[in-house]
């Protein structure tokens, strides 16, 4: 018997997996190892078991690539995004499932160069470039037929797949119980995750109805008005990675909403997203469906923003983040970055050129106002405020030096790197820079009472893990994230006109809430009557006459 020649296309393929499975994995297989229920001898062996049934997977899988033009270009691939992973996986204890691709793919430039560090630069040089580097140089053997590489190569991929279903079954209670207890672990098998999540989402998007986005609220009007009454202006505050646990308007021990607390708002306590992440949470929040029925739906339906510009609202989306995931595409939208005519310039300090911080929302906003049909104004506003709140790892961009109550904090993305206490400290006093900004905002609207009824409607998008169980950021599927990525912040402020109802709510502030809410209690704010409206899920609803 001969060994294998390290000049066939398919010796490489499987070192390559051996490789990958063996180191790039190590996030996993120390995960794995620090598990109550694999902390024994019996749990190495599944350890090492689980290994090589990793191996043998995407040996197989690697096996069909083993042409002699394909295999180099296709390991270099898997090799640097198995290595990028691990670097991630071990960072922040991500999970690769399809949700994460999607928020991958839709984060901007900005976004990752919070997350580049010389960490993964390292992780990508010793798991990726140094295999490659390796099998970049091997000559391959080009005298063998087309036909006998497809029988090997099949061969290959066949017996991979029976090795990994052998070693399963050799170990299947096992593996059955840990997959049950913790079904996030299958995501954490790199690089089959991404590449496996990538296909699911690319599969998903095919199958998306092609052409516009389905009509909702056709029949949206604006009921008549009480004789003298003003027009409704309505602050909409998409918050950002900020979770309830943090906020001590919902009992966290430090003082990180000093200004709110003073201000006579209504804080939902008991109040839950619709998602784990601003891709997952945005559409969602402003569907008229609500988290069960929206996750099965296909996702193709016009959104809130559509239904109150159709109603005849002027309504106006200004950004401070990557975008509104789809849901302002039909409306005026705008960004922190672009001033309106006749504005003052940004105060220093306030943009850096690159990223705004959220005061930056609400500079210029008469300005914005008057860019507006005044047809439409003279019938009811609504602003939408779309925050960079408190998104990660680089909580310390998100508040001014001057503004920073918890010292000494992480000032680096690597959260792992820093004592817990200091990644807790830039979350905090990114959580006390955007109770800054609602009661800034609040303070907005109170002015404006003279021309409009105001109302401000606060609620974040998902909230966030902080080393908790050594999980960081958010994005973990929503049936097994913990509350830490689900219980958000949820606030409203009233104007004069609504006083009564708002001390009927006071009443009633711990009742569930969540993201379901939003869309029907903003048409009841506004006045818009259409058939979509469910009066069940308006909030204000118990407390009206
Ligand atoms: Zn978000």
């Known amino acids: 018997m001969r060994l ?26 120390q995960r794995l190892h620090s598990l109550p229920e694999l902390a024994n001898a019996r749990g190495l062996v599944f350890i090492g078991v689980f290994a090589a049934m990793v191996v043998a997977l995407q040996g197989a899988l690697l096996s069909l690539f083993a042409w002699k033009r394909a295999i180099k270009p296709v390991l270099a691939v898997v090799l640097l995004t198995a290595a990028s992973l691990a670097y991630f996986i071990s960072s922040y204890g991500i999970v690769m499932d399809p949700t994460m691709v999607v928020n991958t793919l839709q984060t901007d430039a900005r976004e990752t160069r919070d997350l580049l560090s010389w960490r993964l630069f390292a992780s990508l040089l010793l798991l990726g470039g140094l295999p490659i580097a390796w099998l970049w ?35 299947f209670a096992d593996f059955a119980a840990t997959m049950r207890t913790y079904p996030t672990i299958r995501y954490m098998i790199s690089p089959v995750n991404a590449f496996y999540s990538l296909g699911t989402v690319a599969a998903r998007s095919g199958a998306k109805p092609k052409g516009p986005p389905e009509v909702i609220g056709a029949d949206a009007k604006l009921a008549p008005r009480a004789e ?49 992440s601003t891709a997952a949470s945005l ?35 200004i950004d401070n983040q990557s975008g509104c995931k789809g849901v302002c595409d039909r409306v005026p939208n705008t960004s922190t970055a672009q001033l309106p005519a006749g504005a003052a310039p940004l105060p220093q300090g306030l943009c850096d050129g690159e990223e705004c911080l959220d005061m930056a929302l609400l500079h210029g906003l008469d300005e914005r106002l008057a860019t507006l049909d005044p047809e439409r104004v003279k019938r009811g506003v ?19 030096a001057d503004r920073k109550p918890f010292m000494p904090e992480c000032t680096t993305n690597a ?55 050594n999980l960081y950021l958010h994005g973990v599927p929503y049936a097994v994230a913990p509350d830490e990525q689900k219980h958000v912040p949820l606030i409203l402020w009233l104007g004069q006109d609504l006083a009564p109802v708002g001390e009927c709510l006071k009443q009633r502030l711990a009742e569930p809430a969540s993201h379901d809410n939003l869309f029907h209690t903003v048409l009841g704010f506004m006045g818009v009557q259409t058939s979509l409206y469910r009066a069940d899920w308006d909030l204000l609803t118990p407390c009206r006459k």
Request: glycine share 8%; hydrophobic share 45%; net charge positive.
């Open 4 to 29: 294998p020649s390290l000049k066939s296309p398919l010796t490489l393929a499987w070192l390559a997996a051996l490789w990958m499975g063996l180191l790039s994995n190590w996030p996993l297989w």
């Open 382 to 400: 609504v602003l939408v405020m779309h925050q960079m709140g408190s998104h990660g790892p680089a909580y310390f961009k998100r508040a001014p």
């Open 228 to 276: 003298g009454s003003k027009p409704p202006l309505l602050m909409l505050v998409v918050g950002e990675t900020a979770r309830a646990a943090n906020f001590s308007l919902d009992g966290y021990a430090r003082p990180t909403n000093p200004e709110l607390a003073k201000l006579p708002i209504l804080n939902f306590s008991n109040a839950w997203s619709c998602g784990t």
């Open 415 to 469: 959260l792992q790197q820093c004592p817990r206490e200091q990644v807790v400290n830039g979350y905090d006093n990114s959580i006390a820079y955007t109770d800054h900004v609602l009661a800034s905002a609040i303070g907005w609207l109170d002015k404006k009472q003279a021309q409009f009824d105001t109302r401000m409607f606060y609620v974040s998008d998902h909230g966030e893990s902080l080393g908790e169980n």
């Open 283 to 317: 559409p969602c929040m402003f569907s008229p469906l609500g988290r069960e029925a929206y996750g099965k739906s296909k996702g193709n339906q016009e959104t809130l923003m559509d239904v109150l510009q159709r109603a005849g609202l002027a309504v106006l989306w």
């Open 137 to 171: 140089r091997r000559p391959l053997d080009s005298s063998v037929r087309w036909t006998r590489r497809l029988g090997f190569n099949l061969l290959g991929f066949v017996l991979g797949l029976v090795a990994a279903a052998l070693l399963i079954l050799s170990t």
